[in-house]
């Protein structure tokens, strides 16, 4: 086996699992769900069926990854952060078909912070940063940091992690890592180093 389960971790039959990644205490990953290389799972984490998560993510203890949920490679899940799957959740009236859930899509790069929700149906861009506790309800767009409830843009992040800084609209800026941003309406973009 080129991967890693605890003891204790249950990985069901028909789940597929990368090379070198590790399973760890009390998780359960479903028939039918699919997880890259080298990625890590804390403790009591679930992943649904039919859940894609890419190469070389990270998701910490106590979160569930639902049915419904695409990670891109190279996210990081904070512990504890919440997934949901139905806009509209009953108990009265439960859910009776995989066409009741909302696709959420976590793209490459992104980080989410503990104790953070993402209400189901958004797609988070690329490199966006979620802030601990934040509770998204809406499309992220790349290199965001959000906080707050609901979420706002709150700033930009460059993809080493730091944050960026801009006076105006349409301003750029260098990163400490070398990489040039340029903010114009709402979206950042991102230049190679010493281009023009």
Same mark, same amino acid.
């Given at each position: 086996m080129s991967w890693f !389960?605890?003891?204790?971790? &249950?990985? #069901?039959e028909g789940a597929e699992i990368g090379e070198g990644t590790k399973i760890w205490h009390f998780s359960h990953v479903m028939t039918g769900a699919s997880i890259g290389p080298g990625c890590s799972l804390g403790q009591n984490v679930f992943v649904g069926s039919d859940v894609r998560i890419g190469r070389e993510c990270k998701i910490q203890n106590n979160v569930s %990854? &639902?049915?419904?949920? @695409?990670l891109e490679d190279h996210v990081f899940c904070g /512990? *504890?952060?919440?997934?949901?799957? %139905?806009? @509209? /959740?009953r108990a009265a009236?439960?859910? *009776? *078909? @995989? #066409?009741?859930?909302? #696709?959420t899509l976590v793209k490459h790069g992104v980080s989410i912070g503990a104790n953070a929700t993402i209400v189901c149906g958004v797609t988070i861009g690329e490199w966006?940063?979620?802030?601990?506790? !934040?509770? %998204? @309800?809406? #499309?992220?767009?790349?290199?965001a940091l959000m906080a707050g409830v609901p979420a706002k843009i709150r700033g930009w992040m460059c993809e080493c992690g730091i944050p960026l800084e801009f006076e105006a609209d349409g301003e750029c800026t260098d990163c400490e890592c070398g990489w040039? &941003?340029?903010v114009a309406k709402d979206r950042l973009s991102r230049a190679e180093p010493g281009s023009e």
């Open positions: !389960a605890h003891e204790s971790a &249950y990985v #069901d %990854v &639902y049915e419904g949920v @695409t /512990p *504890s952060m919440v997934f949901t799957n %139905v806009l @509209t /959740p009236f439960p859910v *009776s *078909s @995989t #066409d009741e859930y909302a #696709d966006a940063f979620i802030a601990a506790g !934040a509770v %998204v @309800t809406k #499309d992220v767009p790349p290199y040039q &941003y340029c």
